[in-house]
């Protein structure tokens, strides 16, 4: 009779497929609150979990969601100029957005994709159907842009000289996040006790500012900080869920 989804994707697909809009709800995914709460801990403990920030979450490569991007538009092409073009439009693409995000522009619409991937196509005089375009646009967004989104932001915080700490797989193969890979966290007692130990934790998505991470953090005493995203734009709004 209802249904709770915090996925933009879903959401639309939901409503293309007919459901009623008044019965679908926009919210993050339920944390237990018997396990997010404030921990006590050794000494030893709080030594290991402490840092000023901390991010929860496996390390994504954006380059590599590129390739992959790429790989599948262009794999089953037979004209290597047209594969050439369409690859060109792609890095352009994801370089125009790489200018944007470290010139602190906000960039939070998906309709920003389709346009350059558009203009990049016109100037190249490449034909790209609209349907080709806006599937393309959906996966620059999510997952390419909000990689990268990522991984920019940690490394500015790591290089304004903070305690930064990155849990979870894969961040220890990057140069520039090796020295602050901390390890692999269980979900329950130790991802609480991270949270317990940890000042500031950044939402760290690019189209939403609640999401679970939300709740865990500020459940067991650390200040979550979300990406200002104007409301209209934002796919599960923390401003709806934290009043006060």
Same mark, same amino acid.
């Given at each position: ?119 990049? &196509?016109?100037?190249?005089?490449? /034909? +790209? $159907? ?7 646009? #959906?996966?620059? !967004? ?79 005493? &650390?200040?979550?900080?979300?990406? /200002? +995203? $104007? ?7 923390? #401003?709806?869920? !934290?009043?006060?």
């Amino acid at each position: 009779d209802f249904s709770l989804v915090y996925c933009h994707g879903w959401y639309e697909k939901m409503i293309e497929t007919g459901f009623d809009k008044s019965r679908l709800a926009v919210q993050i995914n339920p944390v237990d609150e018997k396990i997010f709460e404030t921990k006590e801990m050794t000494q030893r403990e709080k030594e290991f979990y402490t840092a000023d920030i901390a991010f929860p979450g496996n390390y994504q490569r954006p380059e590599k969601d590129l390739a992959s991007m790429i790989l599948a538009c262009t794999g089953n092409m037979q004209n290597d100029a047209d594969k050439s073009k369409i690859t060109n439009v792609l890095i352009s693409t994801y370089e125009i957005f790489k200018s944007k995000i470290s010139n602190n522009e906000l960039v939070c619409q998906v309709e920003e994709c389709e346009s350059v991937i558009n203009e990049l &196509a016109m100037l190249l005089e490449i /034909n +790209i $159907p609209n349907t080709l375009v806006k599937d393309l646009a #959906r996966m620059f !967004f999510q997952p390419v842009l909000c990689n990268l989104y990522r991984k920019m932001t940690l490394k500015w915080l790591i290089d304004a000289g903070f305690q930064v700490k990155l849990w979870g797989l894969g961040w220890d193969t990057d140069p520039d996040f090796k020295a602050h890979a901390a390890g692999v966290l269980k979900h329950g007692d130790e991802l609480a006790k991270m949270y317990s130990c940890t000042k500031i934790v950044p939402g760290g998505f690019f189209w939403l500012s609640a999401h679970a991470r939300s709740w865990e953090s500020t459940s067991c005493g &650390a200040l979550f900080m979300a990406r /200002n +995203i $104007p409301s209209q734009f934002d796919f599960a709004n923390i #401003r709806d869920c !934290f009043t006060e």
